[in-house]
């Protein structure tokens, strides 16, 4: 990729930490982030001690209005489809509509998918018990399909679809094995890796299992072969666990020290991925109890290592309300909420349940992305501070305004939604990549967008944050710039040619 914009190279010498700044002359929009709280219907993710992890959200268009609705799990409560009824650039809202299908109870997670490349949304529910696959019908309707799962503790779940494939590779993570009457500490399950074979798939372990809360198959090396990232619970792993990166050779391998792989064990919770410095290669962050995990590649190995603490990302305590204990990181989402062309990042926050040992006053945060590279926390200024149990979130334009805003499951407590309310912000560009025939949804497939000053790079992909995901349009902020270039490239494929895009709008590319 072509250099553009002005980096420095800034090292922590006394915790080996190396990381990349980013300092641009970019202009950009300088106002504090606002969002206003929505009325939506009620729902509460609850149950015992297999549901104080999950609760997980999927954002996705299931009727083909162009707008995003909403699948969140239930625990031991029902899950619930919340269309969205918003006006255009008008007031988000949202009404229940709930199909017979997804009144199911057990669930932990959702992730929206077009498994059968038929054009329309599906969705994978994660389950304590087994999973399920439902197909969508474009109408906000599913129906159960064929698929044969066993009785697991599912948690995490990715998809890519690998070269020469019809059907998508599916990665689900299982967390204690509820059967092991040794646990439930050190009685992680494996995880399940369903590879097809045309229509058919072959099952396989992915062991060992290190009781996995999030996966992510993404191109880290930019090669064209996404590899599975695990994001595992030291809870229960105790000791002899740790993070996994899963090389998608054609008998999977873990990546090792001989690698360059780094080896980190941390109370992992959720994974997101983006090229923060605009070099070309994506910061992988992962949230955890305690530290959250902003890390980056270095050589052109599977090693990641801490940015430095200065950086603000750590986000470790609570920044409001009095309560020193370290806090409990879940959901974690990358999004430009005031469109100045830096990435800011979104943190769930909430104690797992009583743990004496974290914070119970845990608010969420935002992490406001600078011009130096740095970040700034803006959760209390911008009103999204909430001190509920959060798990999974969803950080989506839902009234296509341009802005993008806040949804929040929690723990025995109502989801929450906010209407991103903030002013002079910057300009926005919203990227729709599809494709006939196979992997409909352009699973896989790289944007990039050249302001003239810097380059943005995305990946788009099926799995990460905690226990569920986003399909949708990519948003990307711009700042001042009035024009942009854009272009798409296929996972296994060669990039296509830049257009040129007007600002403020949304733009769909068929492939």
């Not at 299982?174 to 092991?180: A, E, L, Q």
């Not at 020290?257 to 962050?285: N, P």
Request: hydrophobic residues 40%.
């Amino acid at each position: 990729m072509p250099e553009r914009g002005r980096f420095f190279q800034k090292s922590d010498v006394g915790r080996g930490l190396v990381a990349v700044l980013l300092g641009l002359a970019h202009p950009a929009a300088a106002a504090d982030p606002r969002f206003v709280p929505v009325d939506v219907p009620s729902h509460v993710y609850d149950g015992g001690w297999e549901h104080f992890v999950g609760g997980g959200l999927a954002a996705l268009d299931c009727n083909g209005d162009g707008l995003t609705d909403l699948v969140a799990a239930g625990g031991t409560n029902p899950a619930m489809l919340l269309q969205n009824t918003s006006a255009p650039g008008g007031t988000v809202a949202f009404v229940d509509v709930t199909p017979e299908a997804l009144i199911m109870t057990g669930t932990t997670g959702a992730y929206p998918i077009d498994i059968d490349n038929d054009g329309l949304l599906d969705l994978v529910m994660l389950r304590v018990g087994p999973d399920v696959i439902l197909r969508g019908d474009g109408d906000c309707g599913f129906t159960a399909m064929p698929f044969q799962f066993g009785d697991h503790w599912s948690t995490a779940f990715s998809a890519t679809w690998e070269a020469g494939q019809t059907a998508p590779t599916l990665a689900f993570g299982h967390y204690v094995d509820r059967s092991d009457p040794e646990g439930p500490f050190e009685a992680c399950d494996v995880n399940h890796l369903w590879r097809p074979d045309g229509a058919i798939y072959t099952v396989s372990d992915l062991a060992p299992g290190h009781c996995a809360l999030s996966m992510l198959f993404t191109d880290w090396s930019r090669m064209g072969r996404a590899d599975l990232r695990v994001s595992n619970d030291r809870h229960y792993y105790v000791r002899e666990g740790q993070e996994q990166l899963w090389a998608m050779d054609p008998t999977p391998r873990l990546f090792t020290e001989e690698d360059g792989w780094e080896r980190h064990m941390l109370w992992g919770m959720g994974i997101a991925a983006r090229d923060l410095d605009r070099d070309g290669r994506d910061e992988v962050y992962l949230s955890s109890m305690g530290d959250q995990r902003l890390m980056k590649q270095v050589g052109d190995g599977p090693g990641f290592v801490d940015v430095p603490f200065e950086m603000g990302t750590t986000a470790q305590r609570p920044y409001v309300g009095g309560d020193g204990r370290p806090s409990t990181g879940w959901h974690i989402a990358f999004g430009d909420v005031n469109n100045n062309g830096f990435d800011d990042a979104f943190i769930a926050k909430g104690n797992v349940q009583q743990m004496p040992g974290n914070a119970m006053e845990d608010p969420n945060n935002l992490l406001m992305g600078q011009p130096d590279g740095s970040f700034a926390e803006m959760g209390d200024v911008a009103g999204v501070a909430s001190m509920h149990r959060s798990r999974g979130a969803a950080l989506v334009d839902f009234n296509n305004d341009g802005l993008l805003d806040l949804a929040v499951v929690n723990r025995r407590a109502p989801l929450e939604v906010w209407q991103n309310a903030s002013e002079a912000t910057g300009n926005w560009v919203s990227v729709s990549v599809t494709q006939q025939g196979v992997n409909t949804q352009a699973v896989g497939d790289w944007i990039e967008v050249d302001d003239g000053r810097t380059v943005q790079a995305r990946e788009i992909v099926v799995g990460g944050g905690h226990a569920g995901g986003v399909a949708g349009p990519q948003h990307f902020g711009v700042g001042a710039t009035d024009k942009v270039s854009v272009r798409v490239r296929g996972p296994h494929g060669s990039w296509g040619d830049w257009q040129k895009v007007d600002v403020n709008t949304a733009l769909s590319i068929e492939r």
